[in-house]
């Protein structure tokens, strides 16, 4: 009986030690010098104030989880785009037309891995009546069918630039902000780097940015498996009769790990050597050196999947580059009450929003062009 009661003991020590328990911290900012940045810190002011996850979200596997869920689902119309190959992508515009006008900014939201809705419905309707919310849904994700035997890798940016120029085109007088969660950070932030002044997409954010890919594809845990088997059911299922003239389809099912799916669904498609030669051509810090748009990186220390140490601290000494990380948050998670409210997407409208008035305050001019 002693040793139960002791047993019983440790573990509620152990549990309230290691994530019940509410610890309030300061978010470190790391960013170089410019007037940029100083107008941000002053303007948004959550980025001095305490994060503190709900009681009970200071484990960083139930955090990561508990954000999956989604008790209010938005209203969403879709838009399905045509690409010059015969591929097919499409928009999910958040239905809030009514409070809007023809130059209202536009925010586009790139999904992580799996496409889904899940996790990012928060920061859409932060930014419902503020900005003209579109979801991109890359070739085969979210419901959209392949009507070719082509897939995006990680960081292939042409069917995403094929959006943002025809998105462009629908409203001209429209400034443009990025918003990238996980794995879709690799997309906006090769996109941002190849397009660099012509990107048409200004103010930027990462959340739960993985930097580097490879070391993301490796992490060997459960979460691995869950992205695995989301993979597998709703992306090449549903694609398996327009797959299988460039994908061993048996191979890909029987695959145990990340890098060998990829390897088995996206090397003959790319004509990929290895998986080497896959990631030389997706790295998405491979042009972050040429970025001329302002980007907010969002991570958490804690971060099961894009674990803290893969963050390049040096890189954030950039003027137009800042990193915002907190000691709680789970992976893309930053929930901050019980309404699973995120505090990332409030601080990634936040800034945004500030970095737009930053320029039609008069000051220098970091709107990328065409």
């Given at each position: 009986?002693?040793?139960?009661?002791?047993?019983?003991?440790?573990?509620?020590?152990?549990?309230?030690?290691?994530?019940?328990?509410?610890?309030?911290?300061?978010?470190?900012?790391?960013?170089?010098?410019?007037?940029?940045?100083?107008?941000?810190?002053?303007?948004?002011?959550?980025?001095?104030?305490?994060?503190?996850?709900?009681?009970?979200?200071?484990?960083?596997?139930?955090?990561?989880?508990?954000?999956?869920?989604?008790?209010?689902?938005?209203?969403?119309?879709?838009?399905n785009v045509h690409l010059p190959d015969g591929g097919l992508v499409s928009l999910d515009w958040l239905d809030n037309e009514a409070c809007l006008t023809d130059t209202s900014p536009v925010l586009v939201v790139i999904p992580g891995v799996g496409g889904g809705k899940e996790g990012i419905n928060k920061v859409c309707k932060?930014?419902?009546?503020?900005?003209?919310?579109?979801?991109?849904?890359?070739?085969?994700?979210?419901?959209?069918?392949?009507?070719?035997?082509?897939?995006?890798?990680?960081?292939?940016?042409?069917?995403?630039?094929?959006?943002?120029?025809?998105?462009?085109?629908?409203?001209?007088?429209?400034?443009?902000?990025?918003?990238?969660?996980?794995?879709?950070?690799?997309?906006?932030?090769?996109?941002?780097?190849?397009?660099?002044?012509?990107?048409?997409?200004?103010?930027?954010?990462?959340?739960?940015?993985?930097?580097?890919?490879?070391?993301?594809?490796?992490?060997?845990?459960?979460?691995?498996?869950?992205?695995?088997?989301?993979?597998?059911?709703?992306?090449?299922?549903?694609?398996?009769?327009?797959?299988?003239?460039?994908?061993?389809?048996?191979?890909?099912?029987?695959?145990?790990?990340?890098?060998?799916?990829?390897?088995?669904?996206?090397?003959?498609?790319?004509?990929?050597?290895?998986?080497?030669?896959?990631?030389?051509?997706?790295?998405?810090?491979?042009?972050?050196?040429?970025?001329?748009?302002?980007?907010?990186?969002?991570?958490?220390?804690?971060?099961?999947?894009?674990?803290?140490?893969?963050?390049?601290?040096?890189?954030?000494?950039?003027?137009?580059?800042?990193?915002?990380?907190?000691?709680?948050?789970?992976?893309?998670?930053?929930?901050?009450?019980?309404?699973?409210e995120s505090w990332a997407g409030k601080l990634a409208v936040d800034y945004i929003d500030a970095v737009l008035e930053y320029q039609d305050a008069g000051e220098e001019d970091i709107t990328p062009k065409c």
């Amino acid at each position: 009986m002693i040793f139960v009661v002791i047993c019983v003991g440790c573990l509620a020590v152990y549990t309230y030690y290691a994530g019940f328990r509410r610890r309030k911290s300061i978010p470190k900012l790391f960013y170089g010098d410019s007037k940029l940045h100083e107008y941000i810190i002053n303007k948004v002011p959550r980025l001095k104030e305490p994060y503190t996850p709900p009681w009970g979200l200071g484990n960083r596997h139930v955090h990561t989880i508990i954000c999956c869920l989604e008790f209010s689902p938005l209203n969403y119309k879709r838009e399905n785009v045509h690409l010059p190959d015969g591929g097919l992508v499409s928009l999910d515009w958040l239905d809030n037309e009514a409070c809007l006008t023809d130059t209202s900014p536009v925010l586009v939201v790139i999904p992580g891995v799996g496409g889904g809705k899940e996790g990012i419905n928060k920061v859409c309707k932060m930014a419902a009546g503020r900005f003209r919310v579109v979801v991109f849904n890359r070739r085969g994700h979210c419901g959209s069918l392949l009507t070719t035997p082509r897939l995006q890798c990680f960081g292939e940016t042409s069917d995403f630039r094929y959006c943002v120029e025809h998105i462009h085109r629908k409203f001209p007088n429209a400034a443009m902000a990025g918003v990238a969660y996980s794995a879709g950070t690799a997309i906006l932030s090769r996109y941002l780097g190849e397009y660099a002044g012509r990107s048409y997409i200004g103010p930027s954010v990462f959340i739960g940015s993985g930097f580097d890919l490879p070391e993301f594809e490796a992490m060997g845990t459960v979460y691995e498996k869950f992205i695995l088997h989301m993979l597998k059911t709703s992306l090449v299922k549903p694609n398996e009769h327009i797959l299988k003239p460039v994908v061993d389809i048996k191979a890909v099912y029987n695959s145990k790990s990340i890098e060998e799916f990829e390897g088995h669904l996206y090397f003959k498609m790319h004509g990929f050597k290895d998986v080497d030669d896959m990631w030389l051509h997706n790295d998405p810090m491979a042009n972050v050196d040429s970025v001329v748009s302002p980007v907010l990186c969002i991570n958490s220390l804690d971060d099961p999947i894009c674990v803290a140490g893969n963050i390049p601290y040096d890189h954030f000494q950039r003027p137009n580059w800042m990193l915002v990380t907190t000691e709680k948050g789970g992976h893309c998670g930053f929930i901050e009450n019980y309404k699973l409210e995120s505090w990332a997407g409030k601080l990634a409208v936040d800034y945004i929003d500030a970095v737009l008035e930053y320029q039609d305050a008069g000051e220098e001019d970091i709107t990328p062009k065409c």
